[in-house]
């Protein structure tokens, strides 16, 4: 493992990337079946659902990606998927209150049946992309029922369901990144403290104050052990010790 570099990828054994993944094909599909381009001659509406759908799922692509080597940035990242994602739910209300519809309360059978369906989990394999789209597709047509093979105001609250869902999951990834973070630090913390420990002598013992490899030094009182952190940390030890 690498004492510099986070750990990075992995994104397509999330849950929150999986059901973003479906929200963006649900919504190219409601847009293209629903959203007719004489009723929005800019393509405005259009173009901004689909933009941020696609941006729900590739923030945690490209956040996941970068966590390698920087964890303020996957954190940036996430946070935006989560944002764009909840800017297509306010479109998805916006539409179904245009119809004169609103959506449906939590005690809806129908919220209560798409809210109940649950993910299986993916295993990378030697054939990724192939048997991860063959996975994720399984998965969708769990879902096509609400999302493909009804009406618009079905579609819609289905996909609101699914976004809220993946919102969640997302707020939760969160708040996991800054347990992480406050716990081991970012990278810039890292390479400092394995710069540290290369620069440290073999038999040094370690820091009385913060932990880190000693190295030897010399003063008008003869040798010691100083901290290779100094000047940020100025733990001492005799050299007998």
């Known amino acids: ?3 510099i570099f986070n750990q990075s990828g992995g994104y397509r054994k999330l849950h929150s ?7 963006h094909l649900g919504t190219m599909s409601f847009c293209k079946r629903y959203l ?9 509406t259009l173009g901004q659902m689909v ?8 923030n945690i692509v490209e956040g996941s990606e970068r966590a390698k080597t920087s964890t303020e940035t996957e954190i940036k990242l996430t946070d935006v998927a989560k944002a764009s994602l909840s800017e297509l739910q306010g479109d998805l209300e916006d539409y179904l ?12 059978p129908e919220h209560q049946a798409v ?17 991860y789209w063959t996975f994720l597709l399984k998965q969708k047509k769990k879902f096509d029922r609400w999302l493909e093979e009804q009406d618009d105001i079905v579609a819609a609250n289905a996909l609101i ?15 996991r990144l800054e347990a992480d973070f406050l716990q081991h630090g970012g990278v810039k913390e890292k390479m400092m403290s394995a710069r540290l420990e290369a620069r440290a002598e073999p038999d040094a ?14 003063s008008s009182r003869g040798p010691f052990w100083g901290c290779s952190a100094y000047p940020q940390c100025k733990g001492i030890r005799k050299m007998e010790e």
């Not at 990337?17 to 929200?23: E, L, Q, R, V």
């Not at 933009?51 to 590739?58: P, V």
């Not at 209150?97 to 005690?107: A, F, L, N, R």
């Not at 013992?205 to 010399?218: D, I, L, S, W």
Request: hydrophobic fraction near 35%.
């Open 51 to 58: 933009g941020a759908s696609r941006s729900g799922k590739q």
């Open 115 to 131: 809210l109940s369906i649950m993910l299986d989990e993916f295993e990378y394999t030697e054939d990724l992309l192939h048997d």
């Open 1 to 3: 493992m690498s004492k």
């Open 17 to 23: 990337f999986n059901f973003a993944t479906i929200i």
């Open 36 to 44: 007719s381009w004489k009723d929005d001659p800019l393509g405005k």
């Open 205 to 218: 013992p370690p820091c009385p104050e913060c932990g880190a490899a000693m190295r030897k030094r010399t």
């Open 97 to 108: 209150v245009q119809k004169g519809e609103i959506p449906w309360s939590i005690h809806n």
């Open 161 to 175: 369901i699914l976004i809220q869902r993946t919102t969640g999951l997302i707020g939760r990834q969160l708040t």
